[in-house]
């Protein structure tokens, strides 16, 4: 598909600080030359960055998303923050696959702070394959707002998503750093999807104690003293912070498989 020359991509850029921002700045002093629209966000790790960075990102408009890190084994924190950065990325792209969007728009790489000519070069690289893909929604052959519905449903689980992949996002393949390209499938998010669960509150006991309502990260009880709660279900995250705060011996809440 032919470019639009007139086309100016609105990218993201979130990078380490150590090594990545490091690699930009020589970029910089040394007057290697990248497309100024890519915007730079600086976080300590890379393995700060979350699937709601990425998602949100390109819910709000972004035609691609760019995570610099330090080289594998380079991580300037024991945690290997790098090791969990890739599996969380490979992950997001099985998401942003199943929302419609071209997962060519997601990269991730690693540059050290010595690397400023690598930093520019994967800059212009990566800038000319989205001035190519064109608009976000334009190479996916789907409307924005479609797009944009699809990733805030994506964003609205992934409290969910993350407690049931815990153990897969914290592997440190070191051995084999290869394997995180395989260690989703798209199979595998969909059942993530299909069998999302489903949290209900018993008017019968509950108690109106107001402590899963207090403790609910996104205000999706109602409820109040003397009145018995409900989950709203259009803006449940199905984190399950509701399950775990009700007082057992009132076992209002039950977890409802899909």
């Not at 815990?166 to 290869?178: G, M, N, Q, S, V």
């Amino acid at each position: 598909m032919a470019a639009n020359p007139r086309f100016t991509p609105k990218m993201v850029g979130i990078i380490c600080n150590w090594c990545c921002y490091g690699g930009a700045d020589l970029c910089g002093v040394s007057r290697f030359q990248y497309p100024p629209y890519i915007r730079l966000i600086r976080v300590m790790c890379s393995g700060r960055v979350d699937m709601k960075h990425i998602i949100e990102a390109f819910a709000e408009g972004a035609d691609a998303v760019f995570i610099g890190g330090c080289h594998l084994d380079d991580c300037h924190y024991i945690t290997h923050g790098n090791y969990e950065a890739l599996s969380m990325v490979q992950l997001t792209l099985r998401l942003l696959e199943r929302a419609g969007v071209d997962p060519h728009r997601l990269r991730i790489e690693w540059v050290s702070a010595g690397e400023g000519i690598r930093f520019a070069n994967l800059m212009n690289e990566f800038s000319r394959e989205i001035e190519n893909l064109g608009p976000l929604g334009q190479n996916e052959g789907m409307e924005t707002e479609e797009l944009k519905a699809n990733l805030r449903e994506v964003m609205r689980l992934i409290p969910y998503i993350k407690m049931a992949m815990r153990e897969k996002l914290a592997l440190h393949l070191r051995d084999d750093p290869t394997a995180y390209d395989h260690l989703y499938s798209a199979e595998e998010v969909e059942q993530l999807f299909s069998q999302a669960p489903t949290y209900e509150i018993d008017p019968e006991k509950c108690r109106a104690c107001m402590i899963c309502l207090k403790r609910c990260p996104v205000g999706a009880i109602i409820g109040a003293k003397k009145t018995p709660h409900v989950i709203d279900q259009d803006l449940c995250i199905k984190c399950g912070t509701c399950l775990a705060a009700c007082p057992d011996r009132f076992g209002a809440i039950s977890k409802v498989p899909a």
